[in-house]
C-alpha cells in the first residue's frame, strides 16, 4: 500500500516557478486532487466550501433578476448539436460519447453546455408572449474532452459551473439583461473573490459558438497572463430559429425568441489562489473563508488548562465569526502556525501564559503578516474591524496590479514588447478574424476583450494598417 | 412546429388512475418534464426548488454532525467497481459506459454512485488516526440504466442525490452515525415534507451491494405501495481492505478504516406527490413553499385601483411569508384560483370590491379547501397560524393513512391477505434470502424493513416454519 507522504509546506516559490507553486498551493491547502483519469480532479472539501459562498451569494442576485434554478438531463443527442451549425463545430472536438447500447437509437454526448438540451423544452413549454420572459439556471457539471494541458480548476475535463439561459420577446431586453448578468458577475468577483476585472465585448474570433455578441470579464494574472472569469452572450435568434422556439406575440404574429446565456464556473477558484496566495500557501479573502479566524493556544504544561479555559471563552466572544479553536493537543503551535498559513485562514489569534497574565493576545493578517496586541477585552471590535480592512486591502492591492498590467501600444512594436514583456497591452484593432490569427501566430497572444471603459475612435489597427475603431486589449492567456 | 397544447387541470384522478394522476401532477404543476431521451427528466424551476429547501434544510444538519461536502469525478474507472466483488457485481447492469478513446487505458462508467472512487481518494488522504474520523458528503447527479419502466422523479436514468462517505477507527462510531444520518432523515421527513417513515434494517436481500448492514426508512403511499425513502449503509472494513485504506492506529498498528455511507435523492419530491396532491392538483407542505401564500384580487373595472392598492398594502405585511401577488390583468380570477390550486400553493387569499368595503379578504386553505373570513388587521397572524397548522396536519393526516395500512400477519393466509389488499404486512420472517425470493414469487411483496420499533422474540418463520426471531414488514413496493 503505497501513500503518498504529505511534505507540509511548499517547495517552490510563486516568482520562481509560478506554474509548479500554483499546483502545491491547489494540492496542500487541500483545495483540490488529482482524479484517477488524467484530465480530472477533486474538488476537496476546502476548495468545494469556495465554491458554496460563491453559491450562496449568487443565489440571491439572480433571484432578485427573476432567475429561477433547475435541472436538465446530463445526455445530449447527437441530433440536437447538428441543428445550430457553428454550436456544433465549435464542440465538436470536446465531446465524450456514450457507448452504443441497442436501444438507443442515437448517439448521446455527455453536456459540454446545455444550450441545445434546454432550449428543445423552452420550445415546448413557451407559447405565448405572456411565458416570457423565461428566466432559468442550472448549477451542473460539464465535461469537455479538453486536449490542451489541463491544470487544476482552470482547465480540467469536467468542471462545476452555472449556466443561465433566459428568452426574451425583444433583443433590447435580451441584450440588457445579458449585459447585467456580467455586472453582476463584476460585483461578486470584486466584492467576494476580491480580484478586479476589465469588462468588455469579444472579437468575432474569441465569440462563444453561436453567439452574437459575447460579454466578458478578464483578469490578470501574477505570471503575466490574462484569464477569462465569466461571460455572458447575446444569441440573438440562431437558437430559437434551429429549435422552433416560436410563440405568439402580442400583435397575434408568430415571433421567433431572443436569447442570452451566462456562465462562471469553478476556474474562478484558481484565479483565486494564482492572485492572492503566497509563499506560505493560500490566503482567502475574509468573505470566502469557512473560518475567517482561528485561535491557536500556545500551550505548556503548568499553564495549559488556564489558557485553554481563556480560549474557550474567546471563542464563544468570537462566535459570530465563525471562529476556529485549534486546541489538538498532539501537534505544536508552530506546526498549526504553518498549517493555518498554508490554508489561509485570514487571521490568527495567538494565546499564551504570558498573554493571559497581561490580558492581551496577538492577531496577526494573513495577508501582510502584520501582528498586533489586542487587549482580550477588544478581541471582537478588533476582529471585525481587521476582517473588513483585510478584505478591501487584498482587492485594492490587485487592482493596483491590473493597472500597472495594463499598457497602451500606439504600434506594431510597442505592441510586441508589450506582449513580451507580459502585460495587458491595449491597442486599435480591426476585429477581423484573420487578422488576430496572425497576431496570435506572430506573438502567442489573443484579443482579450474591447472593454466598455473606452470609447471607438478612427484610426488604423496596430497590426493590420486597416481602418480600425475599437481599441482592444491583447495578451498571452490561460 | 407542433406544440403541446397546455391543458389546464387534472384529467385523472388520485382514486381511479392513480398512476397516470400521478404523472399528470409531475407536469402539470411543471415541477417535471420527460427529457429527449427514454428515461430521463428535466427537473424544472418548481420541481427544483423544492429540492432547494431540502437542501437548505440538511446543509446545516450536516455541519453540526460534522460533515463537509466535497465534489468527485463523474467518470469511474472499470477497474475500481471490480475491486469490491458484490458492488460490482450489484451495479453491473445499470451502468453507462464512455465510448473507446484511444488515449483512454480502460473503460470509463458514468457514476452509479461513487464509493470506490471516493474511497480511492481516502486511502491516500488518510495517514494516522488523527486524520479521521473523515465525514464527506456531496450533492451530484448519478446514472442508472434501469431497464424497468422508469417513471418521472420515482425511477429515472439519472437523478440528483445527496451521498454521505464517512471513515472511522471503530465500527461501533462508525454503526452509530449511520443511525443517526437515519435519525436526521426521518426529522427531516416529518418536520420538512410531512411524510411520516417507518425506520428499520433491511433484510439480507435487500442490502446495497457492498453493505454489511443497510438502515432503511420507508413510507407507504396511498395506492398501496412501500416506498424506501432514504437509506445508511455500515460498510465495515469491505471496501477499506479493497481499496488499501489503511491508517496507523493509536497503538501503531496498521488498521482498515470503518466506513458507513448514507443518501437520499429526488425521489423524495416523488413521494411528496403521491402523499399530498390531490384531484386539484399539487399540495405544498407550508415549509416546501417558494411562495407560502398567494393574493388574488377580485377584479372589476370600477373598483381595479382600489383593490389592487390594498393587495399591494397586503403583500408588503405578509412580506416575511414571501407572499405572491398575482396581479395579471389577461387572466381570470377563476383561471388564476386553478393554476395556484394545481401548483400547490398552500395558502389563497381572495380580495374583491365587497371585501373591501367590509375591511376583509377571505383565506383558503389548499389541503382542505376551507374558507375563513379574515379581518384585514389580522391577516398576519391569521397566515402565520394557518401555515403551521397545515404543515401540523398534513403530516398528521398521512401519519393516520400509514397506520391504517400497517397490520400483522400470524400465518401464511394472513400475509397472502394482506399483501393481496395492498397493506403493509408485518410478520416474524427467517430472514434467508432464499425464502425471501419465494415470498416475492409468491406474492410479489419484498421485504421493506426490520423495524425499530419491534423487539426480536422467537417464534418461526410465516412463510418457511423455520425458526425466526425479527418482525418483518413486507409490501410490494415501488
Known sequence: MAKKQQTHGLTEKKEDNFSEWYNQVALKAELADYGPIKGFMVIRPNGYHIWEKIQAYFNPVMEKMGVQNAYFPLLIPESFFKKEAKHAEGFAPELAWLEKEKEITERLAIRPTSETIMYDSYARWVQSWRDLPLRINQWCNVLRWEVKQTKLFLRTREFLWQ???????????????????????????????????????????????????????????????????????NLGQNFSKTFGFAFEGKTGEKEFAWQNSWGFSTRLIG????????????????????????????????????????????????????????????????????????????????????????????????????????????????????????????????????????????????????????????????????????????????????????????????????????????????
Open 163 to 233: 449556466e443561465g439561459h433566459c428568452a426574451y420577446e425583444t433583443e433590447a431586453q435580451c441584450v440588457q439583461e445579458a449585459r447585467m448578468a456580467l455586472t453582476e458577475y463584476q460585483k461578486m468577483i470584486e466584492e467576494l473573490l476580491a480580484i478586479p476585472v476589465l469588462a468588455g465585448e469579444k472579437t468575432e474570433a474569441e465569440r462563444f459558438a453561436g453567439a452574437k455578441q459575447t460579454f466578458t470579464l478578464e483578469s490578470f494574472m501574477p505570471d503575466g497572463r490574462a484569464l477569462q472569469m465569466a461571460t455572458s452572450h
Open 271 to 478: 484565479a483565486l489562489i494564482m492572485v492572492h496566495a503566497d509563499n506560505q500557501g493560500l490566503v482567502l479573502p475574509p468573505q470566502l473563508a469557512r473560518h475567517p479566524c482561528v485561535i491557536v493556544p500556545i500551550l505548556f504544561e503548568e499553564t495549559k488548562q488556564a489558557v485553554l479555559a481563556e480560549c474557550v471563552k474567546l471563542r464563544e466572544k468570537l462566535k459570530r465569526f465563525n471562529c476556529l479553536l485549534d486546541d489538538r493537543d498532539y501537534y505544536s503551535s508552530g506546526f498549526k502556525f504553518n498549517e493555518h498559513e498554508l490554508k489561509g485562514i485570514p487571521l490568527r489569534i495567538e494565546l499564551g501564559p504570558k498573554d493571559l497574565a497581561k490580558n492581551q493576545c496577538v492577531l496577526v493578517r494573513r495577508d501582510t503578516k502584520e501582528k498586533k496586541i489586542i487587549p482580550l477585552a477588544d478581541i471582537e471590535s478588533a476582529v471585525e474591524k481587521e476582517l473588513a480592512t483585510m478584505q478591501q486591502a487584498m482587492l485594492k492591492k490587485s487592482r493596483q496590479y491590473l493597472h500597472e498590467c495594463r499598457m497602451n501600444a500606439g504600434n506594431w512594436n510597442e505592441f510586441v514588447a508589450g506582449i513580451e514583456s507580459k502585460k495587458l497591452v491595449e491597442a486599435l484593432f480591426c476585429g477581423k478574424k484573420e487578422c488576430e490569427e496572425q497576431i496570435r501566430q506572430k506573438t502567442l497572444a489573443t484579443s482579450r476583450c474591447i472593454p466598455f471603459d473606452r470609447e471607438p475612435q478612427n484610426g488604423s489597427c496596430v497590426h493590420c494598417n486597416q481602418p480600425a475603431t475599437q481599441r482592444t486589449l491583447f495578451a498571452r492567456a490561460y
